[in-house]
């Protein structure tokens, strides 16, 4: 560790952060004019690498590497607005929360795509010309092409600030991130200025992905690697802040290269490898600026809404009829086993269906009636899951016993994130629940000693009497059963009661005496208890647990699973946890660009049913009821 490196390290830091500040302007100025939390937005950055390899493999020879390279950014701009036009235009009235299943459906589609033009190979372009060598700096070498990315971040600032500010449309822009009512109000064309608004993110992302072709090869993990990233650097700078995004981008890049640049230090006898904390490092500095300023650097503090939501109508307990028809569909998952002894393994994926059902559902208990959107309920999961494993290898604590106290160890989580998250609201408490769920993913990758790290944990086997899985499968439906019941008679208790008053005007609720915080605190706490049973349920199933059951892929299922049955219907979490687990299964295993497919069917679902699979057939029996 001596100067000249340390120097080094801050100028790799700034040369990423020019390109991490592209894609972050572009997400932030969609999310601020539309507020749609667009997932898709790194397979723009990913679309870019590759449309501009394919670019100057064929073209540089002819009209120059540069003209070829700049080319692919002006193609992922057409790719966004063909994207809005075709899409997102579609789906405007329907929840935000759906247009982001509708991201995360093209986000498959586009991974697919790209694997069926260009291959799986990781693709590696040509260096830039006339940036090829290395320049010395205190007696070590740096790439000129960083240099160039190093200057190229402020510059084009500049001119996204002179755009923003300079012009009609700039203005507009500025206006739409503060009131979107009002400015179609006053006369603007709202849908075109989405348009264009989301043609400018498509294509800064674009820029931002072929501008790292001469710096690495292009591979079909960039999408997702690149958007965690972005959506940090927008929520910390403040959403719809570009300025903010920049001063974000730098502050991440540059406490990276220094984590880099440290190592491992030895503190008071105890070694900290400080350059592992890469995995990480946004997320801290994302939580740590969320708690202390929760409207980020330089965005603005939102006021408290005032608005009242749409009334809905009250919930309803079960009715003679309802009740049938749940004993009878349980009573078929009861006899199951016994109806499918041919095909042993329809009992294996019920039990994942069951688990997911469970895990779905509780996340539904804070998002549908509780209004908190959580990007990060599979650390509660993931809790369960490993806290049963430890309980029962290093504790000695039987199967039955860790089954039982996973859930708490999940509560114990679920509490101290909670605590923090609940102070904020919206896309803010969303993106602190993500920053503490990949916080803990960290931990558990990294903990080789304790957590099996990266290899995770084995040997996670049920008891003696559950070793059959029918044995198994009907423990976890009864549990399953139980819980779900549970869940819903707090939903329709005073409890559930005050959730959703909080919900829907968080001013009235304070005013007549709920204590608003507290409520959903509580509420945090109960569905992290029971998504922390259904990790604990999953781990025994499957004998063995990994990291990836903490990772934010799993939170996104559960959103998914949520999104796609419903979220204003205490029936959506279960059919949407069962349609998108059995679609998952049954379309990997027949098809090769299963994603693709996927994605496609979750695309026309939204498209024909945007308040869900169990809304719209709710919908359907309430006007044959009425004729």
Not at 396 to 414: Q, R
Request: net charge positive; aromatic share 12%; with cysteine.
């Amino acid at each position: 560790m001596d100067f000249a490196s340390f120097i080094v390290q801050l100028l790799n830091g700034l040369a990423g952060a020019s390109s991490l500040f592209l894609v972050a302007a572009g997400l932030s100025l969609i999310f601020g004019v539309t507020r749609i939390v667009n997932f898709a937005h790194g397979s723009f950055f990913m679309v870019g690498i590759y449309v501009a390899y394919s670019f100057v493999a064929k073209f540089s020879a002819t009209i120059g590497f540069w003209p070829a390279l700049l080319a692919a950014p002006l193609v992922v701009g057409v790719l966004g607005a063909l994207v809005e036009m075709t899409l997102m235009r579609r789906i405007y009235r329907a929840p935000e929360l759906f247009q982001l299943l509708a991201t995360f459906a093209l986000v498959l589609v586009i991974k697919d795509a790209v694997l069926w033009i260009w291959g799986p190979e990781e693709l590696l372009g040509p260096r830039a010309p006339g940036f090829k060598s290395a320049v010395q700096i205190l007696g070590r070498s740096f790439p000129s092409y960083d240099l160039l990315l190093i200057v190229l971040g402020p510059v084009l600032l500049g001119l996204l600030w002179l755009l923003l500010t300079r012009t009609r449309w700039g203005t507009y822009v500025r206006a739409a991130t503060q009131d979107r009512e009002m400015v179609s109000a006053l006369g603007v064309n709202q849908a075109w200025l989405f348009t264009s608004v989301f043609a400018l993110g498509a294509l800064l992302a674009g820029l931002g992905g072929a501008l790292q072709l001469p710096r690495e090869p292009a591979s079909l993990e960039m999408d997702l690697n690149i958007i965690g990233a972005a959506f940090v650097v927008v929520v910390v700078g403040g959403m719809g802040s570009i300025p903010g995004a920049f001063v974000a981008a730098l502050l991440i890049a540059e406490i990276k290269a220094i984590c880099i640049w440290l190592g491992i230090v030895t503190i008071f006898g105890v070694e900290i490898s400080f350059s592992k904390l890469t995995l990480v490092v946004e997320f801290l500095v994302m939580a740590t600026v969320l708690m202390l300023r929760p409207w980020g650097l330089l965005g603005r503090p939102q006021p408290p809404a005032r608005q009242v939501a749409q009334a809905e109508a009250p919930l309803r307990a079960s009715g003679v009829w309802s009740l049938r028809l749940w004993g009878v569909g349980i009573a078929l998952l009861v006899a199951l086993p016994w109806l499918t002894q041919s095909s042993p393994y329809v009992t294996i994926l019920s039990i994942d269906l069951l688990v997911a059902v469970l895990f779905a559902t509780s996340l539904h208990f804070i998002m549908g009636p509780a209004g908190m959107h959580s990007f990060g309920h599979a650390a509660y999961f993931g809790l369960g899951a490993y806290g049963a494993a430890l309980l029962l290898k290093y504790a000695g604590v039987p199967m039955e016993g860790a089954l039982l106290l996973a859930p708490v160890v999940a509560v114990l989580g679920a509490g101290l994130f909670g605590w923090f998250s609940v102070r904020l609201s919206g896309v803010y408490l969303a993106m602190l629940t993500l920053a503490f769920a990949q916080i803990t993913w960290a931990v558990v990758f990294q903990w080789d000693g304790f957590t099996g790290g990266s290899n995770g944990l084995t040997g996670v086997w049920p008891a003696q009497w559950l070793t059959d899985k029918k044995h198994y499968y009907w423990l976890t439906l009864a549990l399953v059963v139980a819980a779900v019941w549970w869940l819903r008679c707090m939903l329709h208790a005073p409890f559930g009661y005050a959730l959703r008053a909080a919900r829907d005007s968080a001013l009235r609720a304070d005013a007549i005496g709920i204590h608003v915080k507290r409520m959903q605190w509580f509420a945090f706490m109960i569905a992290g208890g029971f998504a922390g049973l259904a990790g604990a349920l999953f781990a025994f199933s499957k004998g063995s647990i990994s990291p990836e059951v903490l990772h934010v892929s799993k939170s996104v299922d559960g959103l998914v699973m949520v999104l796609l049955g419903g979220i204003q219907t205490l029936s959506g979490p279960i059919v949407g946890a069962l349609s998108f687990t059995w679609l998952h299964d049954t379309v990997a295993r027949n098809t090769e660009y299963w994603r693709a497919m996927l994605g496609a069917i979750i695309l026309l679902l939204v498209l024909l049913f945007p308040e869900g699979i169990a809304g719209a057939a709710r919908r359907l029996f309430t006007r044959q009821g009425a004729r």
